[in-house]
């Protein structure tokens, strides 16, 4: 957050300590009534039938999925659905509380402008995160498993990303060292790895078999540890790769679309109950997270009336490595996360100290062009611009988004190709 104060310690929330500024995302009227711009649904229809409508045409006519796991997915993306109206409602009310605690950021691309004056509420991916969680626990309901393993791992799953929820919440509030923000997720990844009863093997590629001298690894601990490193990984690099009004979303939406599409095609082409039962489990995960974050993003997306704040990229992060690490599918995982990697290479440099890295590692804003410029700093933001030229906010946003899509094709490509000769 560009500037934020602690809230009060008092039970009940003050009254905003000066009156909010008429502007266009948030105003005030004479009844203190604070008001938010309307999300943007035009957009988000767009983006969720682009991403959406692949995933559910292979489920309901393209596989022949068994429908008693066909029932269960619908009724878990019917759940879902319901979720993205109750975060779209919640998001005003939340705004409104949060500002109310101070809790707000300044848009820093917009700097030199009116709108780079505007408080603009922070942490509304604590919405996201509640109503996401809400959703996964009651679909346990409706899920028809017999298996109580399945449950077991389940709610561990859940738990880890509860955890990770309020210690991205606690970072909001806090603002903690980036140091000590990067090892929270080890600690949230706890109640999962000490669930975990699967297997700790990983195959080794056809190719290598001859020099390895096995067929199957057991890495047994040392599997536990990669679980572990896996999950830091996945909420750093979501948040370090952003700071554009819609990316730290549009990141994650992208990537649970590309997420869903491997479930469905791995389901269909297998018999196999055990491997059906682990992609779906990432499926009854990645759906929710779908559609809550796309309620987030209808207000997110540029012009942001709303920041997502590291609950939201933190939880988002540990979402994914999770269905990751309980849907057995971490290599293709992180094949979708290109985009992230990179900018985590960039960024070493600044992150380990060899070179000085400012709070704020964004690009140039020119107001009277209203371009952003790329700087020196090592994010994938600023070597994308120093690459293709100065760009507006919401068009560098949406090229990144389609580089995202991009290195998700190039995996789907890559497995299309490698099947047979390299598992
Ligand atoms: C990470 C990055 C930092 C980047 C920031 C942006 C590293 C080590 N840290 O820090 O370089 O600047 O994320 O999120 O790479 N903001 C905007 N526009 C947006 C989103 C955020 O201006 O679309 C600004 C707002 O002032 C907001 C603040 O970024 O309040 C949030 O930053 P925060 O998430 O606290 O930063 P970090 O995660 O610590
Ligand atoms: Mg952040």
Redesign the pocket.
């Known amino acids: ?2 500037r934020r104060k602690r809230p009060s310690r008092t039970s009940k929330p003050d009254p905003p300590s000066e009156p909010i500024s008429e502007q266009n995302t948030t105003r005030n009227t004479p009844d203190d009534v604070f008001h938010l711009s309307p999300p943007k649904l035009g957009t988000i229809f767009v983006i969720s039938t682009l991403l959406c409508s692949l995933h559910l045409y292979l489920l309901c006519f393209h596989y022949n999925v068994e429908t008693e796991l066909r029932s269960s997915i619908l009724i878990n993306a019917g759940l879902s659905f319901v979720g993205f109206f109750v975060t779209l409602k919640m998001i005003p009310v939340a705004a409104r509380y949060v500002l109310r605690r101070n809790m707000f ?5 917009k700097r030199g402008t009116p709108q780079g004056e505007i408080k603009v509420p ?1 942490s509304l991916g604590i919405v996201v995160g509640v109503v996401f969680l809400i959703v996964a626990i009651i679909f346990q309901y409706f899920n028809f498993t017999e298996d109580s393993n399945w449950l077991v791992e389940y709610n561990a799953a859940l738990a880890s990303i509860c955890f990770m929820i309020l210690l991205g919440f606690v970072d909001d509030v806090l ?1 903690v060292p ?1 140091r000590v ?1 990067l090892a929270l997720p080890s600690f949230a990844t706890l109640p999962l790895l000490m669930a975990y009863a699967g297997h700790t093997t990983i195959v080794i590629p056809k190719p290598l078999v001859g020099y390895v001298g096995l067929e199957v690894l057991d890495l047994g601990r040392i599997y536990k540890l990669y679980m572990g490193l896996l999950a830091v990984f996945c909420t750093n690099s979501i ?2 790769h ?4 819609g ?2 979303i549009g990141q994650t939406v992208v990537t649970a679309a590309a997420i869903l599409i491997h479930n469905v095609m791995q389901i269909g082409s297998s018999t196999d109950p055990e491997y059906h039962q682990a992609h779906a489990f990432s499926i009854y995960l990645t759906q929710p997270l779908m559609a809550t974050s796309l309620a987030l993003l209808a207000f997110n997306w540029y012009p ?1 009336s709303v ?1 997502v ?2 609950t939201y ?1 933190v939880f988002a992060g540990m979402t994914m490595a999770v269905v990751g690490i309980l849907g057995h599918f971490s290599e293709t995982l992180l094949i979708f996360f290109v985009p992230q990697i990179l900018n985590f290479v960039l ?1 070493v440099p ?2 380990v100290g060899i070179v000085k ?1 400012p709070r ?3 690009p140039r804003f020119d107001p009277a062009t209203g371009l952003l410029t790329g700087t020196k700093d090592g ?1 994938l933001v600023n070597v994308y611009l120093r690459l293709f030229g100065p760009k507006s906010e919401k068009s560098l946003c949406i090229h990144l988004l389609v580089f995202q899509a991009l290195a998700c094709a190039f995996c789907f490509v890559l497995r299309y190709f490698l099947a047979g000769w390299y598992k």
Do not use: P, V
Not at 105 to 109: A, E, K, R, T
Not at 242 to 245: E, K, M, V, Y
């Open positions: 957050m560009a950021g300044f848009d820093i691309n922070e603002d980036w923000k948040n370090i952003a700071g554009l009004n990316l730290e942001s920041f704040g590291d990229t960024s600044q992150l890295c704020h590692r964004l994010t």
